[in-house]
Nanobody
């Protein structure tokens, strides 16, 4: 059974930075792409970024492009999301999710990021 555990969320001021981590277990991590998805208060899910199994290909949503960086360490079965120049509209629960084809089949429980002065 795949398990994903996010960490690194918290309260940060606008313009600040955070790095999220997602520790994975229960599956062959290096064989799968990984995603970050977020849900702002009162809103639906928004895909943020994904990375392929080898880490050489990444994609970003328009709202975070140029500010967020996804990466992975296959030796540690962990995917990261470096978030810079954070804005109030980045406030959300951030989830990591394992890719399966064009979809996602396993999700973590999320970590809350609050951007506020």
């Amino acid at each position: 059974q795949a398990q994903l555990v996010e960490s690194g969320g918290g309260l940060v001021q606008p313009g600040g930075s955070l790095r999220l981590s997602c520790a994975s277990s229960g599956f062959s991590f290096s064989s799968y792409g990984m995603n970050w998805v977020r849900q702002a208060p009162g809103k639906g899910l928004e895909w943020v970024s994904d990375i392929n199994s080898g880490g050489g290909t990444t994609y970003y949503g328009d709202s975070v492009k140029g500010r967020f960086t996804i990466s992975r360490d296959n030796a540690k079965s962990t995917v990261y999301l470096q978030m810079n120049n954070l804005k109030a509209e980045d406030t959300a629960v951030y989830y990591c999710a394992k890719a399966l084809g064009a979809g996602m089949d396993y999700w973590g429980k999320g970590t809350l990021v609050t951007v506020s002065a």
